[in-house]
């Protein structure tokens, strides 16, 4: 821990933090509310975690497998294709000149390549904001995540939110609710421009009905729903 700073006082049932803020390897946590100490009292704790970059958070999701991922095929693809078309934009543009001047004939082919990725690679930056809402016996949950720029283990999104939210996490069969949104994906090898998905679960039916839309490209997206349970 760089820094931590705090004020928290007791009474009434209750915790009061006016102040919490924790500053770790590049992680920066706040925090203030209210959180209640036993089944009659209830509070609201509000929290905001920041991180500039995923590779604070290697000893858990990091992995020393060195091998890459090739870019998907369909965006090398359309890069060649863009290429392409560039290369007769110029060749066009400079067709009087190279008359004029005596140039020679040709314009060369200037190829936007696209790189593997590293599965050990981590980039990216995260925001984790929400309330803690309750006490000790029932604590409820809402929580947002937003990330930039994201590469882990050989993925990538450039842009990603999420939620969470339940009226008590800590009971087996309280319904869990979550959506997800992701933009400029690559999985595996492949490319979606848009994924996004909803649905609801809980741990004691070790259940998950859910919805998901996948778009690939302005021509193909797919469309699922269905329940899983282990």
Do not use: C
């Not at 937003?146 to 050989?154: F, P, Y």
């Not at 069969?173 to 933009?183: E, I, N």
């Not at 490319?191 to 998905?197: D, G, L, T």
């Amino acid at each position: 821990v760089d820094r931590l700073r705090t004020r928290l006082a007791v009474a009434d049932g209750l915790a009061r933090l006016d102040t919490l803020s924790l500053l770790a390897r590049g992680a920066n946590v706040q925090a203030a509310g209210t959180f209640g100490l036993d089944a009659r009292h209830s509070g609201e704790l509000r929290f905001v975690a920041a991180i500039d970059s995923l590779g604070v958070l290697r000893p858990w999701i990091g992995t020393s497998d060195t091998s890459v991922v090739s870019a998907p095929a369909a965006e090398r693809r359309a890069r060649m294709a863009a290429a392409i078309r560039d290369s007769v934009r110029r060749a066009d543009a400079v067709r009087i000149e190279r008359l004029a001047l005596g140039l020679p004939e040709g314009v060369a082919l200037a190829l936007d390549t696209v790189p593997p990725l590293r599965r050990d690679s981590l980039a990216g930056s995260l925001r984790v904001s929400g309330r803690l809402i309750g006490n000790v016996k029932q604590t409820g949950i809402a929580a947002r995540v937003m990330g930039r720029d994201l590469v882990a283990r050989g993925s990538s999104a450039r842009a990603l939110q999420a939620s969470v939210a339940t009226a008590d996490f800590r009971r087996a069969d309280a319904p869990l609710r979550f959506t997800l949104d992701a933009d400029t994906v690559h999985v595996a090898g492949r490319a979606f421009e848009k994924v996004e998905s909803a649905g609801i679960g809980n741990w004691k039916e070790r259940r998950i009905s859910a919805v998901v839309h996948v778009r690939q490209d302005s021509l193909v997206s797919y469309t699922a729903q269905g329940s899983y349970a282990q």
